[in-house]
């Protein structure tokens, strides 16, 4: 019998590429809310997870081994312009799924951030203290804490990806593409640093990880320390775009943007040591974003 993967959130990006890269090795059930989707090859429920009653029901019927949780309110403008809704989205609902995993000993992956800095640092390590700049960064911060209180053989990622994705649900490595392609001019920070990765290969790795059982918090990120503004620039190499719309700016320079750390970069070692591979390059990465798209997975997510 295939494994049951349960996957909250099933609607975002992180959600559908997981759905779309596990449905032919595991039963996939998609947890969706608002937005209802279908994905050949897996199922679907839609219910409201800030219902304990609902929820368990659901864990019953479904009796997943592994439960994915890529749910959350993740607009840095939206999570500091509502509070309440950030907390609840990011920090409560983590705690809830977290607690029933628990209970009912099953293995939970929770989706973190590259976002809990305050950007002075670069490629930090797991046993780094945190030092969130903003909202958004605070709620995921209590999220982790409390994901390991309520379940401590968890595994937290914290992650930075990119990849194709819905088109209601566009990812950073979307936006370049349309944009270039339809001849705009975008900026793009250099002062900005992180460790992008593929979101294929994070799904590849977290997956290798929990089934050793691997539990706490855990970088998986991109192998290579970039400015959003070069990140930018191979990926129109990659794609045969024209780079010469881009744009360099400065964050700094954004004033009316909320507070964000300018250097995000995750040394993630210590995953590609207990999985002992290579992780690739940026430029590896890219390529197969190119040969996803030819294969077709750009034009199933059209679909949705």
């Known amino acids: 019998m295939k494994s049951r993967i349960l996957i909250i959130g099933g609607s975002g990006l992180l959600g559908t590429n ?31 997870w800030l219902d304990d009653e609902e929820s368990s029901r659901a864990f019953a019927s479904i009796s997943p081994d592994l439960v994915v949780h890529a749910a959350g309110l993740t607009s840095v403008e939206k999570c ?13 609902l983590a705690s809830r799924v977290a607690r029933t995993c628990a209970q009912l000993g099953i293995k939970l992956i929770h989706i973190s951030t590259d976002h809990l800095f305050d950007g002075t640092r670069p490629e930090l390590r797991e046993d780094t203290s945190v030092c969130p700049l903003n909202v958004y960064g605070k709620t995921k911060a209590d999220a982790e804490v409390a994901v390991l209180k309520e379940c401590p053989d968890a595994l937290v990622v914290r992650t930075n990806f990119y990849g194709w994705g ?25 002062d900005v640093f992180y460790s992008p990765l593929l979101v294929t290969e994070l799904i590849e790795a977290a997956m290798q990880l929990a089934q050793i059982d691997v539990s706490g918090i855990v970088h998986v990120a991109g192998p290579e320390r970039i400015s959003k503004y070069d990140f930018a620039s191979k990926l129109a190499a990659a794609m045969k775009l024209d780079a010469s719309l881009l744009r360099k700016a400065r964050q700094a320079d954004f004033k009316n943007l909320v507070l964000r750390p300018r250097d995000m970069s995750l040394s993630s070692e210590k995953a590609f040591s207990i999985l002992q591979r290579n992780p690739g390059t940026i430029d590896d990465h890219l390529r197969k974003l190119v040969v996803q798209r030819e294969e077709g997975r750009l034009q199933l997510f059209q679909n949705l």
Do not use: C, Q
């Open 18 to 48: 997981w759905a779309v890269e596990t449905r032919s090795s595991h039963d996939v059930t998609l947890a969706l809310n608002h937005r209802i989707i279908s994905i050949p090859g897996t199922s679907a429920l839609t219910l409201d």
């Open 80 to 92: 500091e312009s509502d509070p309440v809704s950030a907390r609840v989205m990011n920090s409560d």
């Open 166 to 190: 819905p088109p209601y649900r566009r990812s950073f490595s979307d936006w370049i593409v349309d944009s270039l392609s339809s001849g705009k001019t975008i900026d793009a920070f250099e």
